[in-house]
């Protein structure tokens, strides 16, 4: 078998006319299709595929997790959201973990049980369902093929059954096994092997069945603190049972005619715009995609939205700082042409764990609505603490939290985690009385390489003439800051050319490349659908009155889009 994951094959932009489904597996594809089919609309057919992924991928994602989402309602043109994230337990405080010995320059291993987070994305889920849902299926209908996938069984995928592998192997190496649960015979299951999970059926089960109080109270709420304690953590079933989700207004800004549409703080999608409003101010078109001068422009403005979103940005029920000054205090200085690397390297410098475990997936209806949505255990498995007879591992999200005191993101009791979970709506630059007219759904997984990745398949199909397929296809960079020897790191695709690369090391840049194989997983995994060819520079949308979705699925997943 070719273990090399090579990527020589090429693949069409799925169109159709009704709905449509992008994710990282094609089971969760179909059950969300299905769910379209059975009369759900977006929201509902999201959920269904985010309860799918759990069982398909569980090394990226699960009940054990959070999640992010963001819903188009196609009859009003309002964008709202759910702000998925739990917090830390109330007891963990900053003088907790300095009572434990740990200290910011010597912060807990990632797998340690005092960076679980109180899961939220199966409230996410009960939420997304009950505040935009279609209430034409119950809860238990949208999660049966999620159900039946952990209860039949399904042959596990290519990309999933190396993510598993590196997974387990990680916690090995930390000195940790994986529960049970999520193994065959206390081994990884390999590429077509069939895995059978029933304690997952069983809590998605009762979650359908009783909604929210089936997880936040009762069986799997004392699974998960009997296992978090018995590892010495301070996790309480008061902490599960008071979390609640938080409907968000997501923020966003204007570039070059369209309107990307990001969470709010405490996630990290501001980094994005960010992004985006320092690039606008280059003839990026005029540079040439992926060329030396295209990646050198992308690589300083990246360095500068990191530094921004790690420096201000947090919990905002911690932040003493609201939401428009930041926005403000981010953009004044952000809108000179030229970019300093001194600039760059001002304040805290971005050294958290990198990590692309996560999955994204989008939804689009017959009805004009669409749902972006994410789902993360963080880093693969998480922590690795399974709950007894849950089928789920619990995420390490509190790796994100900082121990420098009076930081934003400084860890506390009850507090949020800087979130790097970014799902994306994109509209049209509209003003006035007119609504927010739909052009995509898109996102891309990968801890910080999320908001370069939403830009660079943003500026693939808005200054490059891409389809969405090509948009996902194309080479991408990863700029990531190396704590170790205090430098930043450009990572390349293989694709992108060696003239390219040798003039950016002349201009200083410390390259990687060609990244290639599965190492291509740090560059993330994306999905979009699109709602017409805007993208399309030689087509006059005039002659294409009819609305057609164009969906593309990441090359780098094993997942795919479905339409109907």
């Keep these: ?20 489904v992008a994710s990282s597996q094609p089971l969760a594809s179909n059950v969300g299709l299905d769910v379209l089919k059975r009369g759900g609309n977006a929201a509902d057919a999201a959920v269904a595929v985010a309860a799918a992924l759990a069982v398909t991928e569980p090394c990226n994602t699960g009940p054990g997790g959070d999640a992010f989402c963001l819903f188009y309602d196609g009859k009003t043109g309002e964008i709202r959201g759910i702000n998925g ?42 939420d997304t369902v009950q505040l935009f849902g279609s209430h034409k299926l119950s809860f238990q209908e949208v999660l049966c093929g999620a159900v039946e996938l952990a209860e039949v069984g399904f042959p596990v995928a290519e990309v999933a059954a190396q993510h598993w592998a590196n997974g387990v192997a990680a916690l090995r190496d930390a000195g940790k096994e994986l529960g049970g649960d999520l193994l065959i015979d206390n081994r990884v299951p390999k590429c077509g092997q069939v895995f059978r999970n029933p304690a997952l059926a ?41 979390h609640e989700s938080e409907v968000i207004t997501p923020t966003s800004t204007d570039y070059k005619g369209v309107c990307l549409w990001e969470p709010p703080p405490n996630s990290q999608g501001l980094a994005a715009l960010l992004l985006l409003n320092i690039l606008e101010n280059f003839p990026l078109k005029a540079l040439g995609h992926n060329s030396s001068d295209y990646i050198h422009v992308l690589v300083e403005a990246v360095r500068l939205a990191l530094t921004d979103a790690l420096c201000y940005l947090g919990d905002p029920d911690h932040v003493t700082v609201p939401l428009e000054t930041l926005l403000d205090k981010c953009y004044s200085h952000q809108r000179a042409q030229h970019i300093s690397m001194e600039r760059a390297m001002e304040g805290v410098k971005p050294g958290l764990l990198p990590g692309s475990d996560t999955v994204y997936f989008c939804v689009t209806d017959s009805q004009g609505n669409a749902c972006s949505f994410i789902n993360s255990l963080y880093m693969r ?36 985690p800087f979130h790097t979970l970014m799902p ?14 739909l052009l995509a759904a898109l996102g891309v997984v990968g801890a910080f390489m999320q908001p370069q990745g939403h830009v660079q398949v943003l500026l693939n199909m808005l200054e490059f003439g891409m389809n969405p397929q ?20 450009v ?19 410390k390259v990687k490349w060609p ?12 999905q979009i659908i699109t709602v017409g060819d805007w993208w399309n520079p030689s087509v006059n949308q005039a002659d294409h009155p009819t609305r057609v979705l164009w969906a593309g699925s990441d090359p780098r997943a094993d997942g795919c889009a479905q339409g109907y």
Excluded at 491 to 509: A, F, S
């Design 470 to 489: 090509q948009a996902l296809d194309a080479p991408r960079v990863f700029v990531q800051y190396d704590q170790k020897t205090d430098e930043w790191v």
């Design 1 to 20: 078998m070719d273990t090399d994951n090579t990527f020589s094959s090429r693949r069409s932009p799925v169109v159709c006319l009704h709905g449509c």
């Design 424 to 437: 994306a709506l994109l509209t049209a630059s509209e003003t006035g009385s007119h609504r927010p007219r």
């Design 491 to 509: 990572n390349l695709e293989e694709g992108v050319d060696r003239e390219v690369v040798e003039e950016l090391k002349r201009r200083g840049q």
């Design 515 to 526: 990244i290639t194989g599965h190492n291509r997983s740090q560059f993330g995994r994306g």
């Design 381 to 416: 498995f998480g922590t690795g603490l399974v709950p007894k007879d849950c089928g789920f591992s619990l995420q390490n999200r509190g790796a994100n939290f900082s121990l420098r005191r009076n930081h934003a993101n400084c860890v506390a009791g009850g507090k949020r």
């Design 85 to 126: 994230s739990g917090r830390s337990p109330r007891a963990q405080t900053l003088e907790f973990l300095e009572g434990c010995g740990y200290t910011a320059e010597a912060p807990p291993s990632p797998f340690d049980v005092v960076n679980v987070t109180v899961p939220g994305a199966p409230a996410c889920w009960c």
């Design 202 to 242: 069983q809590t998605l089960k009762e979650l359908g069945e009783l909604g929210k109080p089936a997880f936040y109270q009762g069986r799997v709420a004392q699974a998960i603190v009997d296992v978090i304690s018995q590892h010495g953590g301070v996790m309480t079933v008061d902490d599960l049972s008071s």
